[in-house]
C-alpha cells in the first residue's frame, strides 16, 4: 500500500516547487552570460557552488535574502486542495499506457511572484541584486511567470498529459478542463506576441477548424483544440483528432 506522506512534507515540497521555478529561471538566465563569466565562477573553487554564489561578494547578505523569501514563499503561498477524484481520466481510452495528473499551480505561481515582487519593495539587498545583474532577465523571468498564471485562470485544476500506443511510439495528449472563455484568444495572442521574437510551430484551432484543417501542413505542428468544455494538445493534428 502506497504511504502518504503528511500534510506538511506536501506542503514543503510544493514551496520547494515554487521557489525552484524562480532559481532555475535565475540560473537559464545567468547561464548566457559570456564565458568571461563563466571563468570567473571557477577562480575560487572553494566557494559553494550555487546559482547565486558569484553575487555574494558583491551583494552581501544575498544568501539571507533567498533564505527569508523562501520562508515567506512556505508560509504565506495558499496550494491546491488535494484532489481524490479525476474528471479526465474516464475520457481517456482504455489503450493508454501512461496517465500523470498535475494539479493546476497557476495561482500559486502568481502568488509566489507577488510575494517576491513585495520582497523586492522591502529588502535592499535583494532589490539592489535584481535591478543590477538581473536587470536583463529579471522582466522576462517576471513575465512568464505571470503569463503562466493568466493561463493557469482558464483551465481546471487538473492538467493531464497522457499517452496511447500507436507504432513504433506512442501518441501524447495533453488534456484540461475549460473554466471560461476567451482561451483560445489568449493563446492565439500569447503565441503572436512571442512569434515576433522567434517562431512558434503551433497552431490554435476550434471545434470547426479542426475539422477542416489539412494533415500534410501540420503533421510535425503542435496543435491545440479549445472547445467551451476541454482543451486538447497533442504533437502533430492526427493526435489531437
Not at 92 to 105: D, F, Q
Not at 135 to 147: F, L, R, S, T, V
Not at 186 to 213: G, N, Y
Request: charged letters at 20%; proline letters at 6%.
Amino acid at each position: 500500500m502506497l504511504q502518504i506522506p503528511r500534510r506538511s512534507t506536501f506542503r514543503t515540497s510544493r514551496t520547494a516547487f515554487i521557489f525552484v521555478l524562480f532559481l532555475s529561471s535565475l540560473c537559464g538566465a545567468q547561464s548566457g552570460r559570456s564565458q568571461n563569466a563563466h571563468a570567473q565562477v571557477n577562480v575560487d573553487t572553494r566557494k559553494a557552488s550555487t546559482p547565486w554564489s558569484v553575487d555574494t561578494d558583491k551583494y552581501p547578505g544575498l544568501t539571507s535574502a533567498f533564505s527569508e523569501l523562501f520562508q515567506k514563499l512556505q508560509h504565506d503561498i495558499q496550494f491546491p486542495p488535494s484532489r481524490s477524484t479525476s474528471r479526465l481520466l474516464p475520457l481517456l481510452p482504455e489503450s493508454s499506457i501512461l496517465y500523470v495528473a498535475v494539479s493546476n499551480y497557476g495561482d500559486a505561481a502568481g502568488q509566489a511572484l507577488t510575494i517576491f515582487q513585495r520582497e523586492l519593495e522591502k529588502n535592499p539587498t535583494l532589490r539592489d541584486w535584481w535591478q543590477g545583474q538581473m536587470a536583463e532577465n529579471g522582466p522576462k523571468i517576471q513575465d512568464a511567470i505571470k503569463k503562466l498564471h493568466d493561463l493557469s485562470e482558464y483551465l481546471g485544476d487538473e492538467v493531464v498529459i497522457a499517452a496511447a500506443p500507436e507504432g513504433a511510439e506512442p501518441n501524447f495528449l495533453i488534456i484540461a478542463e475549460v473554466r471560461k472563455p476567451g482561451l483560445k484568444k489568449f493563446l492565439q495572442d500569447t503565441i503572436k506576441e512571442q512569434s515576433a521574437k522567434s517562431p512558434l510551430p503551433l497552431r490554435i484551432l476550434d471545434v470547426q477548424e479542426l475539422a477542416a484543417a489539412q494533415e500534410r501542413h501540420s503533421a510535425q505542428q503542435f496543435t491545440v483544440l479549445v472547445r467551451p468544455d476541454f482543451a486538447v494538445a497533442g504533437f502533430n493534428l492526427h493526435t489531437v483528432r
